[in-house]
Every structure is written in structure tokens, then in C-alpha cells.
């Protein structure tokens, strides 16, 4: 299950799940998040096909998932289209916990 799937495709491969928005950035982003397995998937640009799948923000416990790919895969797939996200930089400024593909 990828990027880009109709949002029914995302309940019916994840299971139950609940509606929710990231309200970090304007305007606000929806999503689902299912708890098994903890998965958030949001709607940014098109309200019908997802274009953020993140298997962190669904986590209660805190303990954290493995990525889906490396960070080198990600860069050999976007290139220079890969930055680190603004609201993943902790305050020493040198650990990035996520990253986004386009413009930030």
C-alpha cells in the first residue's frame, strides 16, 4: 500500500480507523489513523488521494516503527525534492526525525 490510493483503499487494507487533522500547518491536513497496524495516512493536496502515509503519529506509546525505506532510497526516488521536515527538527538541531518530498 502506497502513496496516492483512493482513501477507501486505505480502510480497506488498514482496517478500522479514525478521522483526524494535523493542525500544525495551515490550512489543516486530514487523515486517518488505524491502530493496527498504527498508521496515519492523510489528504493533503487532494481530499480523495492520500499523499502522506506517516507510521509515527499513530503511536500512543511512543516507541517508534522502522521506516519503510531508507533515507537513501527515498533520495534516489526524489532527489533534491527530499527536505527535512520544519516540525521534526528537535532544539539541538541535529537529528532530523522526518522528512518531506517537495516544497515545505
Known sequence: MGLGELKASYGK???????????????????????????????????????IIDLESARPNGRRNRPCSTLAALKRAYGKKVHPSPHAIPPDGNTVTAYVVGPI
Open 13 to 51: 487494507h488498514f482496517g478500522a480507523y479514525k478521522e483526524l487533522e494535523l493542525t500544525e500547518f495551515e490550512p489543516a491536513i486530514p487523515g486517518r489513523s488505524s491502530g493496527q497496524p498504527e498508521v496515519a495516512v492523510y489528504f493533503r493536496e487532494n481530499p480523495d488521494r492520500a499523499d
